[in-house]
């Protein structure tokens, strides 16, 4: 894990302008994240606290949240305890990923206390946990540990809060050069998996780090690497950047020379480079863990009709077999007279081949030559009604392929709110049954948020995220002379440049938007259609997304995440400084 005690460091370190800090507002969005409004030093902050098992990690944050309509009961406890109260520290412990916040706050009757929230960032076993520091009593916590789950360790309200269990590994900061070598096993095998097992808040993505610095490691190189980011981070030194590389993205605070053949974002804190790094992560791992049975209702819905594609075609190419069910049957009727009940086949004179060669005619030989008849002419009929029917049905299963595919792309960029539109757009289109089905009050139609972008020439690119949102974008909010644009036969976003008139570069920054939000979004050379809006139409009758479009052109391009999230920020920064 990246999110190591070194990274901890410096997050508790940045945190400290919150000292003196008052608790304004406390959400919980998602039953493993805390969010508080903190106003200090003449600005308000949003302070993220998570214990999400796969991304759990705590900083400043300009992410929006969307929270529940009933505040769950831990974030009720939270507010009971800490809102309005202050904050009166920030400490890491130690070098390990546990960071207490202590907030001086007002009890019932109206006397000082204090309230201590320990965040725990431990993986899979991550917890956020309110005690009385006074008598070390557990409050609540954001995750039950109860006897069931661990012996050694329970969380819950009522008991004694008890650390996680030492590791009895060394102090990285305190160590001499003496102690640092004689720790290690020279002929043990690999020397960053020793550190990493010998030393508190190590990850191994930061032993790695050292080991390289060391180059042909020995005992003063290695040293003298350790020693050298040791100091660094003791004098809280720290250079926090985000690293792409081997497909993967990487984040430090320590510059991290070994992947130097990645693409390095620099960042001027440690809160802003978290944020760039988890900022949409956690938020699809929630969303998928929501939206799951979404997901494999859209998918099996998508495979039936795959499914039902390859019957009707097969029936399709049965129904081209119709003039040979005709022939069979004419034949027949003129051999009747040398048939009879128990033949296999029939074999004849073909009239209608000009070379005049025989053929032969398969029969069920439990049927009478009549029988034989009837049923051949059955098949032709059949065939042949089917033909025009088939073709029809085809249309509409490929139309439905599509929209469900459409679907799906949109479920894998959606936010929360976006998931819960999709869900009420399959429900209006019949796919699903209304799940709030309480009386007849209607929802009334709210205006849908777009995902707004702004161009490296200051013009705002705006994106649908799911049906309802293109439509809107497409059919009502963009004006005739606007610049639409989505990706060529492949399911995606609509995506819309709000001006007349823009540089190639932002045509081509929309165009990154098409490919990223569509279902080509790993791909390479994308190509993304664009035309003016007033070219856009939605056939009568189509399905919601739905568009067909004229007088385009097409230009090619790879998605480029960095980008997108550029492009983002820009947005985020104008936004604050209007504010």
Request: charged share 25%; glycine share 6%.
């Amino acid at each position: 894990m990246a999110f190591d005690g070194v990274v901890t460091r410096s997050v508790a370190r940045e945190l400290h302008k919150l000292v003196g800090g008052r608790i304004s507002k406390i959400h919980q969005p998602h039953h493993s994240d805390i969010v508080m409004q903190v106003r200090t030093q003449g600005e308000t902050v949003k302070f993220l606290l998570s214990a999400n098992p796969t991304y759990p990690r705590l900083h400043i944050t300009t992410e929006e949240f969307t929270n529940p309509l009933e505040a769950p009961m831990f974030c009720m406890l939270l507010r009971k305890h800490c809102e309005g109260g202050v904050i009166e520290s920030v400490q890491q412990i130690g070098m390990e990923r546990i960071i207490h916040i202590d907030v001086r706050t007002r009890d019932e009757l109206g006397d000082t206390a204090v309230r201590r929230i320990i965040v725990e960032i431990m993986g899979k076993h991550s917890n956020i946990i309110l005690i009385d520091p006074a008598t070390s009593m557990i409050l609540d916590s954001a995750m039950h540990v109860t006897l069931a789950i661990s012996q050694y360790r329970q969380v819950t309200p009522g008991r004694p809060y008890v650390s996680p269990p030492s590791q009895d590994k060394r102090d990285p900061l305190t160590v001499t050069e003496q102690a640092f070598i004689s720790s290690l096993d020279w002929n043990g095998g690999r020397l960053d998996k020793q550190i990493v097992e010998g030393y508190t808040g190590i990850s191994p993505l930061l032993a790695k780090e050292i080991l390289h610095r060391a180059g042909l490691a020995n005992r003063e190189t290695l040293w003298a690497a350790f020693s050298q980011v040791m100091k660094a981070i003791n004098n809280h030194e720290y250079v926090p950047s985000i690293v792409e590389a081997n497909g993967k993205a990487y984040f430090h605070v320590v510059e991290l020379t070994h992947l130097s053949s990645g693409v390095t974002t620099p960042y001027p804190s440690v809160q802003e480079c978290l944020q760039a790094f988890y900022e949409g992560k956690a938020l699809r791992d929630t969303v998928k863990q929501r939206a799951h049975d979404l997901i494999r209702f859209v998918t099996s819905e998508r495979n039936k009709n795959e499914k039902k594609i390859e019957k009707l075609e097969q029936t399709l190419q049965d129904a081209h077999e119709a003039d040979q069910f005709r022939l069979y049957g004419e034949l027949i009727t003129a051999n009747m007279h040398q048939m009879k009940r128990g033949d296999r086949e029939l074999v004849t004179v073909n009239w209608y081949d000009e070379a005049g060669d025989t053929i032969t005619i398969p029969l069920d030989p439990l049927k009478t030559p009549s029988e034989n008849l009837q049923s051949y002419y059955k098949r032709y009929n059949k065939a042949k009604n089917s033909l025009s029917i088939v073709s029809e049905q085809i249309e509409q299963a490929k139309a439905e392929l599509l929209y469900l595919d459409g679907v799906l792309v949109q479920l894998e960029h959606a936010t929360l709110k976006d998931a819960e539109e999709i869900r009420e757009e399959l429900v209006e289109q019949g796919y699903m049954r209304d799940r709030k089905k309480r009386g007849p009050r209607k929802k009334k139609d709210t205006r849908p948020e777009l995902d707004s972008y702004l161009s490296s020439d200051g013009i705002e690119i705006l994106v649908g995220k799911n049906n309802k949102q293109n439509e809107y974008l497409t059919n009502k909010l963009a004006s005739s002379q606007e610049t639409w644009l989505h990706t060529k036969d492949i399911p995606g976003s609509h995506v819309v440049i709000r001006a007349r008139e823009f540089s190639d570069e932002t045509l081509l920054e929309a165009a990154n938007l098409a490919a990223y939000f569509s279902r080509a979004k790993e791909g390479s050379q994308i190509p993304v259609d664009y035309t003016l809006v007033k070219h856009v139409k939605k056939p009568s009758g189509a399905k919601p997304g739905y568009v067909i479009y004229e007088q385009q052109r097409t230009l090619y391009v790879t998605p480029d995440e960095a980008l997108i999230r550029r492009l983002k920020s820009n947005t985020s920064s104008t936004n604050s400084a209007t504010t």
